[in-house]
């Protein structure tokens, strides 16, 4: 299992390495989680332990928290998908 310390060296090395590229994946996935997340909830997905941490606030907060407690599962994903884009990436450079 990974340690804090090697996932934090790990987002660096991917940081340096990818740049500004980095940076629209990660708000690209944290959008398309976000817009997923809030038209679940529009669409009347109901979880009460939600309704009660957020106070009932509205479907966009209750979007934001799923969408918050889903970072671990977000930086899988950008770490998976950065050398795909990359590629993607360079090749349309060329």
């Known amino acids: 299992m990974w340690r804090p310390a090697e996932v934090k060296a790990r987002l660096r090395v991917l940081a340096v390495e990818y740049g500004p590229l980095a940076l629209v994946v990660w708000f690209s996935v944290f959008g398309l989680t976000f817009a997923s997340v809030a038209a679940l909830v529009h669409l009347g997905l109901d979880w009460p332990w939600l309704t009660e941490q957020t106070g009932g606030a509205g479907p966009l907060v209750a ?12 930086v899988a994903v950008v770490a998976a998908i950065l050398p795909a884009a990359a590629r993607v990436r360079d ?3 060329s």
């Not at 979007?63 to 977000?74: D, E, F, G, I, S």
């Open 91 to 93: 090749r349309l450079r």
């Open 63 to 74: 979007a934001y928290a799923v969408t918050k407690l889903l970072t671990p599962v977000r």
